[in-house]
């Protein structure tokens, strides 16, 4: 660093010579030079988003740019807009948060803050992010139905809308769309940017080179997301025998409408109206993405794997965004442990005791006198006669057909009798030729008499 020394008064009068490695500037210079630089540390977030910020990130994708500028209007400029940048600290941030009704709001609020305190970082206008701390978000109120429409949650249901779009538009814009959306898990700009020769029927692939979405001047062709997003996919059976059927030739849109690309708002209207028309429910282009992950999961594919089909850059975003288990999915799984469950444990057998017929009538005495209604004994009887004892010689057979090498002490802990009386009932049962036992006693295994 080169040493500044400044001409006042003091420094000529004292008749010292300015070293060699020094440059002089004149106290006035100086003074102007620290004024505009404490100027430029209290810009304020509007001045720099304006003069600064979005001059820089002109470049970024329409509907990326678009999402900044809503957020910055709606959200943060209103409670940090005025504020200059070295002011925005953690309680700003958390109270601007506050004021998000959601808290889907509140985190894209915080992130588009994040990219623009970022950016100020990098230019070294500020010492550090404070939008990269940890803040207290909204109560998450889950809609009654999902913004961008429902999923699907298994194949099955997949395959039935490949069918049903088959019936309405045969080779057609929504089917064609659908096959990519469910048989590849495509994004919706992805969908619209296939071109016919990016499926290669040597290799049973289909390469994802492009997007098609909205611009600034309407929709356009251009990259991909990430770098991951340039990704090989290949053929489910069911695709590549549609796609053979389709005979698909040329150079042109695989997606397309009256000879031309489809359009993202154009198609997303069609497809409502197929929907509406077939009766399905809520599915829309976006969602077939969040299906086919789902649907994978489900099929006990890996995280990595779905995450490269998707074109991921993190497995946090599939587990986190894209799959979506529905209640009925819970409930057959439930239902699947429980049955699985139910072949190792067995509830113990209560025995009641018995009530007597002359206990019965006191009862019913008792029932009148409080006003509880005439029971007659027949409508007593289920809570008042013991519960009928399964047969134990039934249970018995039933455990050595699951488990051979069934010890006696499991099969009294399964009857709910001593291991005296299991052994008394299993000697009855080798004496009437029903069990046999094979092998050591303490190595063999249980059978079944024909």
């Known amino acids: 660093m080169i040493p500044l020394v400044s001409t006042n008064q003091e420094y000529q009068s004292n008749n010292q010579n300015v070293p060699d490695d020094c440059i002089v500037i004149p ?47 709606r959200f943060i400029a209103p409670i940090l807009g005025d504020m200059p940048l070295s002011e925005i600290n953690y309680s700003a941030i958390q109270q601007m948060l506050n004021e998000c009704p959601t808290q889907k709001a509140a985190k894209d609020a915080k992130g588009t803050l994040s990219s623009i305190l970022g950016h100020a970082v990098k230019l070294q206008l500020i010492p550090a992010n404070p939008a990269l701390a940890t803040y207290i978000l909204p109560d998450r109120i889950p809609p009654d139905t999902p913004p961008q429409g429902v999923w699907l949650t298994d194949f099955s249901q997949i395959m039935s809308v490949l069918r049903i779009a088959k019936e309405f538009d045969p ?42 979405t909205r611009g600034k001047d309407g929709a356009e062709l ?47 209207k069609r497809f409502q109206a ?15 993405r969040h299906s086919f992950a789902t649907a994978m999961i489900r099929e006990g594919c890996s995280i990595p794997v779905v995450q490269q089909w998707l074109g991921h850059t993190s497995p946090i975003t599939t587990l986190s965004c894209y799959v979506h288990p529905s209640v009925d999915d819970l409930r057959a799984d439930a239902k699947l442990i429980s049955s ?15 009530v ?28 008042l006669d013991p519960k009928p004892t399964p047969n134990r010689e039934q249970i018995i057979k039933q455990l050595i057909s699951e488990n051979p090498t069934i010890t006696k002490e499991k099969i009294a802990d399964y009857l ?12 009855n049962m080798k004496k009437a030729n029903i069990i046999r036992h094979v092998g050591p006693s303490k190595g063999g295994y249980w059978a079944l008499c024909a």
């Open 274 to 288: 197929f929907r509406e028309q077939k009766g399905l429910p809520q599915i829309t282009i976006a969602t077939m």
């Open 356 to 383: 007597s017929e002359s206990d019965a009538k006191k009862i019913q005495c008792c029932l009148r006198d409080c006003n509880e209604g005439d029971y007659t004994l027949e409508e007593m009887a289920p809570y």
């Open 27 to 73: 106290i006035e210079t100086l003074q102007q030079l620290l004024g505009s630089a404490q100027n430029f540390c209290n810009i304020t977030l509007n001045q720099f988003l304006e003069e600064t910020f979005w001059p820089d990130k002109a470049n970024l994708r329409f509907l990326t740019l678009r999402g900044y500028h809503a957020h910055v209007r």
């Open 340 to 354: 699985t469950l139910d072949k190792y444990y067995r509830k113990p057998i209560v025995h009641y005791p018995k």
């Open 222 to 268: 251009h990259g991909l997301k990430t770098s991951t997003s340039l990704r090989e996919l290949p053929f489910f059976d069911y695709i590549r025998y549609r796609l053979y059927e389709l005979n698909i030739t040329g150079n042109g849109p695989f997606v397309s409408y009256d000879a031309k690309r489809s359009n993202p708002s154009t198609i997303a």
């Open 416 to 427: 709910g009798v001593s291991i005296t009386t299991t052994k008394r009932i299993i000697s």
């Open 171 to 212: 080779g057609g814009e929504i089917e064609r769309a659908c096959l990519l959306g469910y048989g590849f898990g495509l994004r919706k700009g992805e969908i619209l940017g296939v071109n016919k020769p990016d499926f290669r029927f040597d290799s049973n692939s289909l390469f994802v080179l492009r997007s098609y």
